[in-house]
């Protein structure tokens, strides 16, 4: 059943999708006249059990393609936009459907910029109760025309001494840059999640260190960590002079490099990678 529909989709191609959408109905009528073509017999529990499952995939499949047609928004040729805000803050939240994500240290002020072009996409960023929430966001459901011209930007300022509760960064596509300032930056527990793009981090004093990455390299340079949690399901890690408590890496595919790292412990595991140790 879930094949037949796949396949009719297919055949119609981008132009005739939707007149073919128009003479199923609605998802709820094409799963009632299916159910009323099976009513001659009675199948098999495990038949039955097939049934509803090609049913179900059948809902979810025309739901998704009429949440496309029936998007509440026009296709644009892009849109952009920027954002500033200078109050103090002493925690970091950063959520971005896709964009780069730089904080550094330096100068004595507080303050997050963004920058984004895409089409239906926003950043919003503001402080509340100390903590800074950045935000980054597609309306519209979900877009099937990806725009080359796409791009993000947030780059977030702490003043030199100043000292964070705790930073947390998710980014599904865009790269990660963290940097202390001259005598580094002291921060609670540290979280990094990116699924597209590589991580660096340099010149920070955490506590609990939580680094997962899906695609894309690692690097961390002068840091000092409580306890490490390192995972990385495609790309190599590298830590150089650094302090990392008690240390777990987790690799699928890539290599572990280990340059003047001291710590508690090391427990590390690779399906396919190397491990290099240099003191």
């Not at 926003?122 to 100390?130: D, L, M, P």
Request: hydrophobic share 35%; net charge negative.
């Amino acid at each position: 059943t879930m094949a037949y529909y796949t396949r009719c989709l297919e055949e119609a191609g981008a132009v005739g999708e939707e007149a073919l959408m128009d003479t199923w109905g609605e998802p709820e009528e094409l799963a009632g006249e299916l159910l009323a073509n099976l009513g001659h017999h009675r199948p098999g529990k495990k038949t039955r059990r097939w049934i509803w499952a090609g049913l179900a995939g059948v809902l979810i499949l025309s739901a998704a393609f009429w949440v496309v047609r029936l998007r509440p928004w026009a296709p644009q040729a892009g849109s952009s936009g920027s954002s500033s805000l200078t109050e103090s803050f002493d925690q970091v939240e950063v959520d971005l459907e896709w964009g780069t994500v730089t904080l550094r240290q330096e100068e004595d002020l507080y303050r997050c910029e963004a920058d984004w072009t895409g089409t239906d996409y926003t950043i919003n960023a503001w402080v509340e109760q100390g903590v800074l929430h950045v935000e980054g966001k597609q309306r519209g459901g979900l877009h099937l025309d990806w725009k080359e011209n796409q791009s993000a930007t947030v780059t977030i300022t702490v003043p030199e001494g100043a000292a964070l509760r705790e930073l947390s960064v998710y980014t599904s596509l865009g790269d990660v840059t963290l940097t202390g300032g001259k005598a580094g930056l002291e921060t609670g527990p540290l979280t990094v999640e990116s699924d597209l793009g590589s991580v660096t981090v340099e010149s920070l004093s955490t506590g609990e260190s939580d680094l997962t990455l899906e695609l894309g390299d690692l690097t961390v340079t002068g840091c000092t960590f409580q306890n490490t949690q390192i995972e990385n399901s495609s790309g190599a890690v590298t830590v150089t002079d650094s302090q990392v408590g008690d240390l777990t890496c987790t690799l699928d595919l890539g290599d572990l490099t280990l340059e003047r790292v001291s710590g508690k412990s090391a427990d590390w595991t690779a399906d396919l990678g190397s491990l290099m140790v240099q003191e």
